[in-house]
């Protein structure tokens, strides 16, 4: 049993306490970063490989890709001290500063690459729905300025997670808080509401309007003729699919039932309520994470300057080795 201090910062003097049981924690979170960070890891690495080395000419499209990738390389190198962390039942074995910068380095990660995966919706839709004006309006030197443009903004958003992010001695153990300290909960809870509106609300109400609207385009008759115009058509339309289950599947459960769990905590409410908030919160958390595992696949496996890069490598690797074969032969 695992007894947690949910003070809820209201004008009564007594405190709200629960005992709350989250052994399953221990076993879902570590398997679950675990899982991620392997399977994650191999695919932005091969993603990066392919953007960096087999595409020549980068469109504005590449540029909001890499900045993807490495968005989620970024989170994914945070994962291996997380799955150390729950399997020791939460002892931090680092230092409090440490502590600061994995929890800064896990959320600046997960919001920019919600972002770069909005700024992609974004401009397939001028190209689908305005492929003659996007032609000025979307230009490689606009694409790197929005890029640096998302950077700085989420930096700067992210960064009073520097300052919340705490640590607690429990006994002889240190313990590295997801949220913050008690005292400083109220206030943090408040900068998690603005977070969730500005980094997750507003664009999935964007990815959802540009893919709407990209839909009703490609659905009209006499939009697209031709075998290569129904091929573009079909990749955007799966695109546009894996998009809206990439928010729906991963994002949205982890920020409904985080910000559920937060207000049970400021509300005191009933611990089986708070239990149950707690329980569906942590469940969501390593959903949230298999976004950088859909991301790598989605915009480059699935399309075919990936796949046709990729082929090229594979193509040369076996006329090198056939090459050195022959050498050797003779």
């Known amino acids: 049993m695992y007894s947690l201090n949910v003070s809820g910062f209201s004008n009564s003097s007594a405190q709200y306490r629960c005992k709350l049981n989250e052994d399953f924690k221990y076993v879902l979170l570590p398997v679950g970063y675990g899982l991620v960070f392997v399977v994650g890891l191999v695919l932005n690495i091969t993603a990066m490989y392919a953007i960096l080395f087999r595409i020549k000419d980068w469109s504005p499209n590449t540029i909001y890709m890499i900045n993807l990738t490495v968005c989620d390389t970024l989170y994914i190198l945070t994962l291996p001290f997380l799955v150390y962390y729950y399997a020791d039942r939460d002892v931090w074995p680092f230092s409090e500063a440490f502590c600061k910068v994995i929890r800064f ?10 972002l770069f995966l909005c700024c992609i919706s974004f401009h397939r839709f001028l190209g689908v729905c305005h492929p003659v004006r996007s032609m000025c309006w979307v230009t490689v030197h606009r694409a790197r300025i929005t890029s640096i443009a998302v950077w700085v903004i989420v930096l700067i958003i992210q960064a009073p997670v520097l300052y919340f992010s705490r640590t607690r001695n ?67 339309v799966k695109m546009i699919v894996i998009v809206l289950l990439t928010f729906v599947l991963c994002f949205l459960p ?16 009933r611990c089986s309520l ?42 040369k690797g076996q006329r090198m080795e056939e090459a050195k074969s022959l050498s050797t032969s003779l």
């Open 105 to 114: 380095l896990f959320y600046t990660n997960l919001y920019g690459s919600i």
């Open 170 to 236: 429990a006994g002889n153990e240190l313990v590295c808080h997801d949220t913050t300290s008690d005292e400083l909960f109220v206030y943090f809870l408040v900068y998690s509401s603005v977070v969730t509106l500005l980094f997750f609300l507003l664009p999935f109400l964007l990815v959802l309007v540009c893919n709407g609207l990209m839909v009703r385009k490609l659905l009209k008759p006499g939009t697209v003729g031709g075998a290569k115009s129904q091929r573009s058509k079909k990749k955007s």
């Open 254 to 269: 982890f920020h409904l039932t985080r910000s559920l769990y937060y207000c049970c905590r400021h509300l005191e409410v």
């Open 274 to 315: 708070l239990e149950a908030s707690s329980i569906a919160y942590k469940i969501t958390r390593p959903l949230a994470s298999t976004n950088s595992c859909i991301d790598p696949i989605l915009y480059f496996m699935a399309g075919q300057g990936f796949r046709r890069s990729m082929a090229k490598g594979v193509k």
